[in-house]
Protein backbone atom coordinates (compact mmCIF):
# COMPACT_ATOMS: atom_id res chain seq x y z
CA UNK A 1 0.00 0.00 0.00
CA UNK A 2 1.73 3.37 -0.88
CA UNK A 3 -0.25 5.75 1.25
CA UNK A 4 1.59 3.65 4.48
CA UNK A 5 4.68 5.29 4.01
CA UNK A 6 3.11 8.72 4.84
CA UNK A 7 1.51 8.41 7.01
CA UNK A 8 2.10 10.57 10.91
CA UNK A 9 1.03 8.15 13.25
CA UNK A 10 -0.39 4.23 13.08
CA UNK A 11 -2.57 3.75 15.57
CA UNK A 12 -2.56 -0.08 16.93
CA UNK A 13 -5.35 -1.74 17.80
CA UNK A 14 -5.13 -4.64 19.95
CA UNK A 15 -6.20 -7.24 17.40
CA UNK A 16 -3.69 -6.46 15.32
CA UNK A 17 -1.25 -6.18 17.87
CA UNK A 18 -1.98 -9.92 19.39
CA UNK A 19 -2.10 -11.36 16.07
CA UNK A 20 1.54 -10.12 14.82
CA UNK A 21 2.90 -10.90 18.20
CA UNK A 22 1.44 -14.22 17.31
CA UNK A 23 3.51 -14.76 14.38
CA UNK A 24 6.78 -12.77 15.44
CA UNK A 25 6.38 -10.07 13.31
CA UNK A 26 6.17 -7.08 15.74
CA UNK A 27 9.77 -5.69 14.89
CA UNK A 28 8.44 -6.04 10.99
CA UNK A 29 5.51 -3.66 11.46
CA UNK A 30 7.46 -1.16 13.73
CA UNK A 31 9.66 -1.04 10.82
CA UNK A 32 7.16 -0.92 7.74
CA UNK A 33 4.57 1.47 9.84
CA UNK A 34 6.00 4.14 12.19
CA UNK A 35 5.67 6.11 14.62
CA UNK A 36 3.11 2.82 15.67
CA UNK A 37 1.02 4.43 18.91
CA UNK A 38 -1.85 2.43 21.15
CA UNK A 39 -4.80 4.59 22.30
CA UNK A 40 -3.87 4.51 26.06
CA UNK A 41 -7.66 2.60 26.64
CA UNK A 42 -6.29 -0.12 24.29
CA UNK A 43 -3.06 -0.43 26.15
CA UNK A 44 -4.06 0.25 29.29
CA UNK A 45 -7.40 -2.12 29.26
CA UNK A 46 -7.59 -4.45 26.47
CA UNK A 47 -3.83 -5.08 26.29
CA UNK A 48 -3.60 -4.67 29.74
CA UNK A 49 -5.51 -5.38 33.12
CA UNK A 50 -8.01 -7.48 30.40
CA UNK A 51 -5.25 -9.45 28.43
CA UNK A 52 -3.72 -12.33 29.26
CA UNK A 53 -0.54 -11.96 31.15
CA UNK A 54 1.54 -12.85 28.08
CA UNK A 55 0.25 -9.98 26.24
CA UNK A 56 0.18 -7.96 28.89
CA UNK A 57 4.05 -8.68 29.03
CA UNK A 58 4.29 -8.13 25.35
CA UNK A 59 2.47 -4.69 25.61
CA UNK A 60 4.77 -3.07 28.19
CA UNK A 61 8.21 -4.78 26.80
CA UNK A 62 7.37 -2.92 23.49
CA UNK A 63 6.21 0.75 24.83
CA UNK A 64 9.30 0.21 27.05
CA UNK A 65 11.61 -0.40 23.94
CA UNK A 66 9.75 2.71 22.28
CA UNK A 67 8.48 0.14 19.61
CA UNK A 68 5.39 1.56 20.48
CA UNK A 69 4.25 4.78 22.00
CA UNK A 70 0.78 5.79 23.96
CA UNK A 71 -1.31 8.23 22.89
CA UNK A 72 -4.60 9.78 24.97
CA UNK A 73 -7.52 11.01 23.59
CA UNK A 74 -8.44 14.71 24.31
CA UNK A 75 -11.66 16.48 25.49
CA UNK A 76 -12.04 17.15 21.66
CA UNK A 77 -11.69 13.53 20.81
CA UNK A 78 -13.97 12.25 23.58
CA UNK A 79 -16.67 14.73 21.77
CA UNK A 80 -16.41 13.52 18.44
CA UNK A 81 -16.52 10.39 20.21
CA UNK A 82 -19.93 10.67 21.72
CA UNK A 83 -21.17 12.26 18.31
CA UNK A 84 -20.70 9.16 16.60
CA UNK A 85 -23.30 7.60 18.89
CA UNK A 86 -21.97 3.75 18.36
CA UNK A 87 -23.67 0.62 18.51
CA UNK A 88 -22.26 -1.58 21.83
CA UNK A 89 -20.92 -4.05 19.17
CA UNK A 90 -18.14 -1.65 18.15
CA UNK A 91 -15.36 -1.65 20.74
CA UNK A 92 -13.85 1.55 22.45
CA UNK A 93 -10.36 0.56 21.16
CA UNK A 94 -11.19 0.48 17.56
CA UNK A 95 -13.30 3.87 17.87
CA UNK A 96 -10.08 5.18 20.10
CA UNK A 97 -7.67 4.55 17.12
CA UNK A 98 -9.89 5.91 14.57
CA UNK A 99 -10.44 9.21 16.11
CA UNK A 100 -6.69 9.93 16.92
CA UNK A 101 -5.82 8.79 13.29
CA UNK A 102 -8.74 11.20 11.93
CA UNK A 103 -7.36 13.94 14.12
CA UNK A 104 -3.42 13.12 13.01
CA UNK A 105 -4.17 12.37 9.45
CA UNK A 106 -2.79 8.74 10.26
CA UNK A 107 -3.71 5.03 9.49
CA UNK A 108 -5.63 2.52 11.82
CA UNK A 109 -4.25 -1.16 12.25
CA UNK A 110 -7.44 -3.11 13.01
CA UNK A 111 -8.57 -6.84 12.48
CA UNK A 112 -11.82 -6.04 13.55
CA UNK A 113 -13.66 -6.06 9.85
CA UNK A 114 -17.11 -5.10 11.31
CA UNK A 115 -15.99 -1.87 13.49
CA UNK A 116 -13.63 -0.85 10.21
CA UNK A 117 -16.90 -1.12 8.08
CA UNK A 118 -18.92 1.10 10.59
CA UNK A 119 -16.50 3.38 11.25
CA UNK A 120 -15.09 4.17 7.69
CA UNK A 121 -18.49 5.73 6.72
CA UNK A 122 -17.66 8.11 9.46
CA UNK A 123 -14.59 8.76 10.09
CA UNK A 124 -12.71 11.29 7.59
CA UNK A 125 -11.53 9.66 4.13
CA UNK A 126 -7.78 10.76 4.97
CA UNK A 127 -7.52 7.66 7.33
CA UNK A 128 -6.08 4.59 5.75
CA UNK A 129 -7.08 1.28 7.69
CA UNK A 130 -5.03 -1.85 7.02
CA UNK A 131 -5.38 -5.04 8.73
CA UNK A 132 -2.56 -8.43 9.39
CA UNK A 133 -3.40 -9.73 6.07
CA UNK A 134 -2.69 -5.73 4.22
CA UNK A 135 0.68 -5.45 6.45
CA UNK A 136 1.58 -8.88 5.65
CA UNK A 137 0.90 -8.93 1.89
CA UNK A 138 2.79 -5.18 1.55
CA UNK A 139 5.72 -6.30 3.23
CA UNK A 140 5.92 -9.27 1.06
CA UNK A 141 5.65 -6.97 -2.12
CA UNK A 142 8.51 -5.07 -0.90
CA UNK A 143 10.27 -8.26 -0.23
CA UNK A 144 10.33 -8.21 3.49
CA UNK A 145 8.99 -11.62 3.88
CA UNK A 146 8.77 -14.68 1.14
CA UNK A 147 5.89 -16.38 0.11
CA UNK A 148 6.62 -19.11 2.16
CA UNK A 149 6.63 -16.83 5.26
CA UNK A 150 2.75 -16.08 4.27
CA UNK A 151 1.67 -19.69 4.19
CA UNK A 152 3.44 -20.22 7.40
CA UNK A 153 1.67 -16.83 8.93
CA UNK A 154 -1.59 -17.77 7.77
CA UNK A 155 -1.31 -21.26 8.86
CA UNK A 156 -0.58 -19.95 12.84
CA UNK A 157 -3.33 -17.76 12.97
CA UNK A 158 -5.66 -19.93 11.39
CA UNK A 159 -4.58 -22.30 14.13
CA UNK A 160 -5.38 -19.62 16.72
CA UNK A 161 -8.81 -18.68 14.98
CA UNK A 162 -7.98 -16.22 13.09
CA UNK A 163 -9.23 -16.90 9.59
CA UNK A 164 -8.07 -14.45 6.79
CA UNK A 165 -10.24 -12.79 4.62
CA UNK A 166 -7.91 -14.15 1.25
CA UNK A 167 -5.20 -16.65 0.93
CA UNK A 168 -2.28 -14.63 1.55
CA UNK A 169 0.23 -16.61 -0.77
CA UNK A 170 -2.19 -16.73 -3.73
CA UNK A 171 -2.81 -13.23 -3.50
CA UNK A 172 1.13 -12.06 -3.14
CA UNK A 173 2.04 -14.69 -6.31
CA UNK A 174 -1.38 -13.03 -7.98
CA UNK A 175 -0.08 -9.64 -7.70
CA UNK A 176 3.77 -10.55 -8.36
CA UNK A 177 2.05 -11.35 -11.59
CA UNK A 178 0.26 -8.56 -12.87
CA UNK A 179 3.51 -6.53 -11.92
CA UNK A 180 5.76 -8.60 -13.72
CA UNK A 181 3.06 -8.55 -16.51
CA UNK A 182 2.70 -5.06 -16.65
CA UNK A 183 6.59 -4.43 -17.36
Not at 35 to 58: D, H, I, M, S, W
Not at 84 to 112: F, M, T, Y
Request: aromatic letters at 8%; glycine letters at 4%.
Amino acid sequence: MSAASDKSVWMLDSSTFIHVVMIDRLQLLSNLRTPLCFPEYVYRFELGVNAKLRTRQNAKECVRCEQVTVQQLTLEDLERIAELEAPRRIGLGEIACAIIAERNQGGVLCDDRRAKNWLCDRISGSVVWEDTEDFLLNAADLWHISEFDLEEFQSTLRDNLYVCRIDLRQEHLFRLHARNTKQ
